[in-house]
C-alpha cells in the first residue's frame, strides 16, 4: 500500500510522449509495470488518449490520469449524457494492459479491486452492479468501462470522490444534482463516525490488513479529504491511483475473484430486467455472466446489457 510520502511531478519525456506537449510524468508505485503515470489537466476521454499513447508506442502498465474529463464513455446514473469529470472532485483514469496475458472478466476484476479500496480505504460498504458499475447506499459512486483493440485492452475507471454529482444537462425543471449518483464523501456522511479516529487521517495512513470478504467494519470513519490540497497531483497518485492499482492488481491474481464478487452483487435474488430479458438474478456463471432463472428450473446466461431492478 501507498505509504504518506507524495511523488514528485517531473517534466520528463518519452518518446512516445512528444507528441502530447500537455502530459506531465509523475512518479508512481505501479504493480502493473511502468513506474509513472501521464497526467493530464484536462482530457476529453482518457480512454481516447491512452489508445493514441498506445499507438505511440506506450507499453502495458502505463496509466493516464486527468484532473477533469469532458466527453467520458461509459454510463452516467441517468444513462443517457457522456460521463463528465468535474475538476477536483473525482478519479478519471485509463490504465493500458497486454490483452494476452489479461485474465477475463477484466470488468468484474476490476469492480472487485475498486470495491475493496472504498472499503479497506474508506471503510465504506461498496457493491457491484452487474456488469461494471460501483454502488453505494443504492447511488452510483463509479464504473468500469474495458475496451480492446489488437493485443491491448484499455482499463477505464471513474469513481466519484468529493462533492455532490452534478448532472451534465439538468433539463427543464431538473436539479443540477444528480439523485442517483453519490460521491465517496457524500456515502461518509452516512454510516456511523466513531469517535476513535481523527479527521486528519486520510487514505495511506490507516492501518494495513487483507480483505476477509466480510463487511462487518466498514461503517468506520473515512479519510479526510475537505482541504484543497487532498486531491493535488501528487495526493491522487499517492493516495488514490496508487492503492486503487494494488487492489486491481491483486484482484487480477485473485483465484477466488468469483466469490469476492459474488458477495458484494447487487440484486442478487432479486427480479430484475437485463436488456431484453425479465427474471430472478441468481448470480454469475464461472466466466462472469449473469444467470438469470427465466422460469421454473429455466437459466439463461446473459452476456451483456444493462441490469435495472423490475418494478
Known amino acids: 500500500m501507498a505509504g504518506s510520502n507524495l511523488p514528485e511531478e517531473h517534466t520528463e519525456d518519452t518518446p512516445f510522449t512528444r507528441g502530447f506537449p500537455q502530459l506531465e510524468m509523475v512518479s508512481l508505485a505501479n504493480p502493473f509495470g511502468a513506474g509513472y503515470l501521464w497526467y493530464v489537466p484536462t482530457v476529453g476521454s482518457t480512454m481516447d488518449l491512452a489508445r493514441e499513447l498506445a499507438g505511440a508506442g506506450a507499453p502495458p502498465g502505463t496509466v493516464v490520469l486527468a484532473g477533469a474529463q469532458t466527453r467520458g464513455r461509459g454510463r452516467p446514473s441517468s444513462g443517457k449524457s457522456p460521463w463528465i469529470s ?35 480505504v474508506w471503510h465504506l460498504p461498496a457493491r457491484i452492479k452487474w456488469p461494471n458499475d460501483i454502488y453505494l447506499a443504492g447511488r452510483k459512486v ?24 452534478r448532472l451534465s444537462s439538468p433539463g427543464p425543471g431538473r436539479s443540477g444534482t444528480d439523485p442517483e449518483a453519490i460521491s465517496l464523501e457524500e456515502a ?41 490540497h487532498r486531491l493535488s497531483v501528487p495526493y491522487l497518485t499517492a493516495q488514490v491511483v496508487q492503492p486503487i492499482l494494488t487492489y486491481l492488481f491483486e484482484a487480477q491474481h485473485d483465484r477466488k475473484w468469483l466469490a ?4 458484494r452483487l447487487l440484486y442478487k435474488n432479486e427480479g430484475v ?39
Open 86 to 120: 468535474p475538476p477536483g472532485q473525482s478519479l478519471s483514469m485509463t490504465l493500458i494492459l497486454d490483452a494476452d496475458v489479461t485474465p477475463a472478466p477484466l470488468s468484474l476484476r476490476a469492480g472487485l479491486g475498486v470495491c475493496r479500496y472504498i472499503e479497506e
Open 142 to 165: 463509479g464504473g468500469i468501462l474495458v475496451e480492446s483493440e489488437k493485443n491491448r485492452m484499455y482499463l477505464g475507471i471513474g469513481v466519484n470522490l468529493l462533492g455532490s454529482v
Open 188 to 228: 461518509r456522511g452516512l454510516f456511523p463516525r466513531p469517535a476513535t479516529r481523527t479527521s486528519t487521517e486520510i487514505p495511506g495512513e490507516a492501518s494495513e490488513g487483507g480483505s476477509d470478504e466480510t463487511l462487518d467494519e466498514t461503517s468506520r470513519r473515512g479519510p479526510d479529504t475537505a482541504s484543497a
Open 260 to 263: 469476492g464478487v459474488g458477495f
Open 273 to 311: 430486467t437485463i436488456g431484453v430479458h425479465t427474471g430472478v438474478f441468481r448470480g454469475l456463471s464461472g466466466d462472469g455472466a449473469a444467470r438469470l432463472e427465466v422460469g421454473p428450473n429455466r437459466e439463461i446466461l446473459v452476456r451483456s446489457g444493462s441490469l435495472r431492478p423490475r418494478s
